[in-house]
């Protein structure tokens, strides 16, 4: 068993930045990958990015490109998302994920565990 525990959100204007940190404990899998997603109201849950976690290599949305960044601290078993520049409309639940799984995936139907999600709200 996965669990992961999301933290950091809040409330920011437009322009600021937040760090969210997901913390995982129970057992890992060597090709495990951490992903980050976001469900605004009323809207789909969205893929933000993602990490493998053995390598550090990255992938990310479009629409977060360049203003979000996503990396690990192995000894603390966490990984985090760097969000600067944030706009009103990153506003959503954010939540990260764990796939056990070597292939790379923005389908969050392929994520076998998930946090409780953090609030990130950005003001005009």
């Known amino acids: 068993q996965v669990q992961l525990s999301e933290s950091g959100g809040g409330l920011v204007q437009t322009g600021g930045s937040l760090r969210l940190s997901c913390a995982a404990s129970g057992r890992t899998f060597s090709s495990q990958h951490m992903g980050w997603f976001r469900q605004a109201l009323g809207k789909e849950r969205e893929f933000v990015g993602v990490i493998r976690w053995s390598s550090g290599i990255t992938y990310y949305a479009d629409s977060v490109k360049g203003r979000f960044t996503i990396s690990r601290d192995n000894a603390k078993n966490t990984v985090y998302l760097q969000m600067i520049s944030l706009k009103p409309e990153d506003t959503a639940v954010y939540y990260c994920?764990?796939?056990?799984?070597?292939?790379?995936?923005?389908?969050?139907?392929?994520?076998?565990?998930w946090g409780q999600g953090t609030q990130v709200t950005v003001s005009s």
């Open positions: 994920a764990f796939r056990s799984s070597g292939i790379f995936s923005n389908d969050p139907r392929e994520y076998d565990y």
